[in-house]
């Protein structure tokens, strides 16, 4: 208004036939006036930046740019001297993020990354272009990728500055996505969305990009058009079958709406069938990568329907969430994949035998795991494998013990631990000496899972049998478990 306004100032030229102390009266008058002007239109700037007053201490503004290049500006409420981000992999930052007008840099911390201005002077303000990483990030969730023709999928995480002492920041998000765009974030879809928090107070996906998302009355879905159709078709065909029947074996419906993305990439990689899911409180992305995923081989639907629903399965599990994310990730990894194995013989999905034979392969591979060292230390050594399949035959074992389900076990440590801070590798063994009435299973179980192994398929039998032993102790239950 008044920088339009300040441009069009010329009118008052009109008005120079008055006597001079007049108009010096006047001149103070209009002063004072355009002083308050200026005033009011610098607030008004700030304002009109902003829209409207931002409800955190950052703002984060996320605009699309072609490319799948992204334009971040922060915005603070206070000047600082540094813009603190928590650790990433591959130096993604340094590599993926090119300041706009210099003058800044990006510097490692203990912790993570921080950005400072060059000359060390405070700062309240930067802008920066964000690239997506040219090579997928291990067991990172993706800052930013492509998603479909034209999309990008943006993990707010890693865009979310960190308080001094290690806190997620208070932070809202503006996303403006390209001409015609769309942003999809849980419930929303939108063609900008505006200081907005993430409903779960959790980071989260976002996509921007021009793909329609479909309403289901499971989820809000965004699924990449290129997908091979039966991918689609089994995808529409299997989440109200599995989400009923979590609904059912867990004892609860989700809260919210979950979202879900759905992408496709690397159809010219022949032989290639990778399917990497990614878990966040409400939502949950599939990636598929490889040629393989073009035929519907038993193989490619074994692996989409098992593995979706071991995603969906995390949703459930959200209520209970670990005190941290290195916090024994075993512990709800495996029971997602030992729920997700029910699941399809519940479902019809595997019969008697395809269920024997993905249990048997879990022990498997848990024996091969364990020959590289603990459980407890397979995350830090990158052993990653071992937390799935290790953890699947330590929750198959949790559930023998009492003649019930993976998915009523944990119906009942959700209960026991939903409140708290957050759940530790402790409270699981406090819980199974709960449950089983003693304290030999629960110590067992937490040697099995501390100490390095020289036998592993030794110490699997050994945790099977004083799970048939605690089994034996225990109150009769329904006949369904192992
Ligand atoms: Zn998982």
Redesign the pocket.
Known sequence: MCRQARGKRPEEGKHTLLTNRKVRILGAIVGVVLLALAGLALAGLALDKNREPSRGDVRVSIEQLEHRQVRVVYRTKKAIRWLNFGALAGQYREVGWRFEGGGFRIVATDNGDSIERIDGRKFNEVSLIASPHLVRLKKEYQPLSEYGEGGVMIYTGHFSPMTENGGRANVTFDFTPRERGEVVAFGDHAARLENWRSPTAHPAFVYMGSLEPVETSDVMAVVDPTAPPWIIDEFDRLTPLAFSHLATVFGFSLETKPNLFLTVSGYDQEGRLSYS?D?LPGQFQITLEGASWLESSKKAVDIFRLSTI??AV?LWQARAHPRADEEAPWI??GA?DAIAAQAMLTLGLWNAQDYETNLDAAHDECAIELKKGSLAGAQQRGDYRALYACGQVISQALAGAQRESTASFWRAFIIQVSDGEGYTADDLYDFVAIRAGDQEFSRQLRYFVETPHARPEVEIDKLFDLSAASRDNAPLAPAKAR
């Open positions: 899911g878990a071991h995603e995390h709800h990894e997602a």
